[in-house]
């Protein structure tokens, strides 16, 4: 993306945003309450349009694009929303199913094969299946909700918040999940965190949003000697030390 200018009113939220995520990596957007990432993440997907200047998703302007070649690339991404975001009245196998009758990419008895696969997957038991989302516990609706952004097998993952409500051992089991995904299916992953044990453990580049801006956007450890107040408190107060600690394998 480049040069990205987002307002909601007279709320100036992003003023000149450049960001470039290559395939394969493990991008994620740290900011403060209400610095933008969320809305930075809508606007890579096209949910959103910013004010001014340009995104390219897979090297094309996907707001340009017309029906067909939208829905195209649309298959090329999954999302996983915070809060799972699971279709209440359906039980897990039609939420998982649901991109595929969508995009009408695979018959009955393939979905039905695809949905015991991408069960299977995110590490849920084929009797999961009939479940409605008010059985499941929280890690559980991450993971039906992870089996669903997976299901047209796309290159690129956005997660926003993805340990969020998990408590630290579902936390760090998810996070493994996601980890081993991603570098089975060879995904490119964006994730907006405010959770440094998620961030230590799989972000290969973080990028810091702050006065409107990407403040930083370098390797966990070079972020971690950029001198920002905001920077300092999140990655060297007691909760970012202590993570960091963990993800070093100190006691
Ligand atoms: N649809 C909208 N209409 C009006 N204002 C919006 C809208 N979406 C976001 N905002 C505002 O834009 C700013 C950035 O919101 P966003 O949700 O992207 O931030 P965030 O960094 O993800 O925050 P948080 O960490 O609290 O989730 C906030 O001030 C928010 O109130």
Redesign the pocket.
Known sequence: MRGIV?R??S?L?HDGIDLAIAAGEIVALV??????????L?HIIGL?RPAAGSVALFGEDLLAADGARRAALQRRFGVLF?QGALFSAFNVADNIAFPLRESRVANAAEIRDLVALKLAMVELEPEHALLMPAELSGGMVKRVALARALALEPELLLLD?PTAGLDPDRSAAFVQLIRTLQRRLGLTVVL?T?DVDTLAALATRVAV?GERRILSYASLQDTLAVEHPFIRRFFHGEHGRRALARANGEP
């Open positions: 987002t909601f009113g709320n939220v900011g403060g309450s209400g610095s933008g990432k969320t809305t930075l809508r959103t915070q918040e907006v405010h949003l």
